[in-house]
């Protein structure tokens, strides 16, 4: 489907928070602590207007189709000079970038961000892309439903998680990357199929496991030095050669997340 080129877009109203899924909310949250302190943020491939919701730096959502503050062909260049944001931010967006084209997405990113990097996508281990076509066929099977979503994950591959951090260090080799992970995947696809059991086979007690899953909801992910054999999301942050070091510290001072 061909995009529309780049243009500048009123905001729309995002569904109220308490509609999102509860492994949403705990990314961006978490990305956000990683963002540190900053002027602004520029959030590439569609998680910036939930963002917005939780922090009061001023985030430009940039993508390839509506709701965005930016639209952007999919294979051009972003529309901004070097160094034009203190971070730049890219959530649940690698799983969805052919393999081919992940380089330059990356590249790009690193470009437009004067401070820092930070991404999430889901760890690509043999382990995860098993899980991911074990969810698809069972969800098609029992529900006769596609994801979208999963189906890219398959078809695309996950994002190797050792080959992402290499790149970044080659495009700012006077940065510093840190890579950090969630193990949580079993438990979230256990949410996944719970979601599934209450929307389509009708389940009560799925449901309510549902509802409480967003009621217990963490406000961040605990990230682990090593993924480990149940790693789940890859959080990577480069710090750019040459910038102040403004990490969060580990009692949270610093962090962008401050909930409107």
Not at 2 to 18: A, D, G, I, N, Q
Not at 137 to 164: A, C, N
Request: glycine letters at 6%.
């Amino acid at each position: 489907m061909p995009h529309s080129p780049t243009s500048l877009l009123r905001r729309r109203p995002e569904l109220p928070r308490v509609a999102w899924q509860p492994d949403q909310w705990i990314r961006i949250a978490t990305v956000l602590d990683l963002a540190g302190t900053t002027d602004r943020i520029a959030d590439v491939g569609g998680r910036g207007r939930q963002m917005q919701a939780l922090t009061r730096v001023p985030v430009v959502s940039v993508n390839i189709e509506q709701p965005a503050d930016v639209i952007v062909a999919a294979d051009h260049p972003l529309p901004f000079p070097d160094r034009a944001f203190g971070v730049v931010t890219s959530c649940d967006v690698l799983e969805h970038v052919p393999a081919e084209a992940r380089h330059a997405h990356l590249a790009e990113l690193v470009r437009i961000a004067r401070d820092r990097v930070v991404l999430c996508f889901p760890h690509g281990s043999p382990a995860a892309m098993q899980a991911e076509r074990h969810m698809r066929d069972t969800i098609k099977r029992e529900y006769d439903v596609s994801l979208d979503f999963l189906d890219e994950h398959v078809e695309l591959g996950l994002p190797d998680t050792d080959q992402v951090t290499a790149e970044l260090r080659d495009l700012d080799p006077d940065g510093h990357v840190e890579t950090s992970w969630s193990r949580d995947r079993a438990m979230w696809d256990e949410v996944l199929i719970d979601a599934m059991r209450a929307r389509y086979g009708k389940d009560p007690r799925a449901l309510a496991r549902t509802a409480g899953t967003w009621f217990r909801r963490r406000r961040r992910a605990d990230l682990f030095a090593e993924p480990g054999p149940d790693g789940h999301r890859a959080f990577v942050v480069l710090n750019r050669g040459g910038s102040p070091d403004l990490r969060p510290r580990s009692d949270g001072h610093g962090s962008a997340f401050r909930p409107r």
